[in-house]
């Protein structure tokens, strides 16, 4: 029997029963990252400042990181004669570049710049 994305139920059954089977042989990790959400909630009611720096720079690690990963793999595309992503990411680039520029309503720094 094919599903409407051409794939047979069996295969999906056969899918859903590995992944069912690596998650019983990782059951510890999935615990140990319950223990660490209940630990940081429990910190976050304790000291919620400390927690908010932590989270903005754990967001800003987050941002750097996935920049650089866009990065490369723009260039890998771009190798491989694929360089939608590459357009995509200059195209992004000249509307920032061209928002900061048209910037009238920016910072004190900014204006006073």
Known sequence: MATPT???VTTDARASDAMSAVLAQNW??????????????????ASPGAVMIT??????AYLIVDGVAG??????AA??????????ALIVLAFRLKARKDDTHGSAAARAA
């Open 6 to 8: 051409g794939t047979s």
């Open 28 to 45: 510890w990790l999935v615990a140990l990252r319950g223990v660490f959400g209940v630990l940081f909630g429990i910190l976050a009611f």
């Open 55 to 60: 989270l903005a720079l754990f967001f800003a």
């Open 71 to 76: 990065i490369v793999a723009a260039v890998r």
């Open 79 to 88: 190798r491989a004669n694929e360089r939608w992503g590459l357009l995509i």
